[in-house]
């Protein structure tokens, strides 16, 4: 199947932009950190970032052969929104409702996915 390689880079480089953002001290940084109990300052940069850009690489490359060569802007929108939400956020919910993790970092996580594929699905029809 075809792929356009720039679009999924792209794709991939916007999930790492997004999560820079949207789990920022500026937005729901603090909250997650609370309601995981992880202490950025405990991390090893490189194996975190390093390794969220690569996985963010892979599920681009997916979506875009999920998606096909040419979606056009409404499936490609449409299905981000469908698989963030639907898929994504949904078996998030599932391991949270187990792990008796609160609904406050549910919706941290699942809205992050949820955009993350919204954005791949934008990005991939408009390249």
Known sequence: MEVNMLAVFLAALS?????????????FGK?????T???VD?????QVFG????????????????????PGLGLGVGAGVAAGAG????S???NYLFAQRSLKLFFID????????TLYGLILAVL
Do not use: C, R
């Not at 999930?15 to 937005?27: D, E, H, K, P, T």
């Not at 909250?31 to 309601?35: H, P, R």
């Not at 898929?87 to 949904?90: D, G, L």
């Open 15 to 27: 999930a790492f932009i997004l999560g820079g953002a949207w789990y920022s001290q500026a937005l």
């Open 31 to 35: 909250i997650w950190q609370q309601e």
């Open 37 to 39: 109990g992880v202490n």
């Open 42 to 46: 405990n991390i090893k940069p490189l």
């Open 51 to 70: 390794g969220a850009f690569i996985l963010a690489f892979v599920s681009a490359f997916v979506f875009a052969m999920f998606l096909g060569p040419d």
């Open 87 to 90: 898929w994504v956020a949904t």
């Open 92 to 94: 998030y919910g599932i």
């Open 110 to 117: 699942a809205g992050y996915h949820t955009l993350q594929f």
